[in-house]
């Protein structure tokens, strides 16, 4: 079964659990009528629930037996909840977590890299800033673009001064990131771009590595996202956790 984002997942445990509003749940199952993807989640999730409250009913039989064969476990005849065995609450409590984590996290499908990459870029790079001896005219006239996503115009405008030779590492790097985070995603073209301030080792060399390694996954180049994310886990400054758990996503590929 495919995955889904944390917002669908999200969705369908707010619809099982009740506490969607009128307008959400009508939505919801209108979904549930067009989309077998949310549909097959909806099934697994509720069936999952329905596992967890069958465990629960096993469990209070399990008590009930071992009253009636032990007499020194039973209920007082004034107060039924007198001499509850507080060793079997301990243990069934245990159980029972132990079950709902596993259902709910270990057990929860991981998400696919080109996921990772989606969320990972969902939220542009912070806004550049003009630095001194640049041409700071131009540079402060373009960055307003990168500002407003329209990553197209920008890329345009900023060329020349790429092209000059006599641009920053900020301005390399932020023309490089422009290119993943344009709507039509040009991997291709990033990446040779992230190369260059990687070998330059810049100030940008691990946002650099991190972005690479997220471009080169979208060119389906997998091996060399991992050697980036290898390489950036080992150096331990940027988005080490990040990394990590994608490079984990990526081994899982075979």
Not at 59 to 65: H, I, L
Not at 201 to 224: D, H, P, T, V
């Given at each position: ?14 619809y ?10 009508i ?154 985070f ?24 691990e ?23 290898m ?24």
């Amino acid at each position: 079964m495919d995955n889904i984002d944390n917002k669908s997942y999200n969705l369908i445990e707010a619809y099982i659990n009740g506490t969607l509003d009128e307008a959400q749940r009508i939505a919801v199952e209108q979904r549930l009528k067009e989309d077998p993807l949310f549909k097959d989640w909806h099934d697994w999730i509720n069936n999952s629930t329905n596992d967890l409250t069958a465990i629960e009913a096993k469990s209070k039989k399990m008590q009930a037996k071992a009253w009636l064969e032990d007499d020194r476990i039973k209920p007082s005849e004034t107060n039924h909840n007198s001499n509850y065995p507080k060793y079997f609450v301990a243990i069934l409590a245990l159980i029972l977590g132990s079950i709902f984590i596993y259902l709910t996290i270990v057990n929860r499908p991981k998400k696919a890299p080109q996921q990772l990459v989606a969320i990972a870029l969902e939220s542009p790079y912070k806004s550049p800033v003009v630095l001194r001896n640049t041409d700071q005219t131009t540079w402060s006239s373009i960055i307003p673009l990168y500002e407003n996503k329209e990553y197209n115009r920008f890329t345009e405008k900023l060329s020349p001064i790429i092209n000059n030779g006599q641009s920053t590492a900020e301005q390399r790097f932020y023309f490089a990131i422009s290119y993943l985070f344009q709507e039509r995603n040009e991997c291709e073209t990033a990446t040779p771009l992230f190369q260059s301030l990687v070998n330059e080792r810049s100030g940008f060399m691990e946002q650099a590595l991190w972005y690479r390694s997220l471009s080169n996954i979208n060119c389906n180049e997998l091996e060399a996202a991992k050697a980036d994310l290898m390489r950036l886990i080992e150096l331990g400054n940027y988005k080490k956790e990040e990394a990590k758990d994608l490079l984990e996503s990526l081994e899982e590929i075979r």
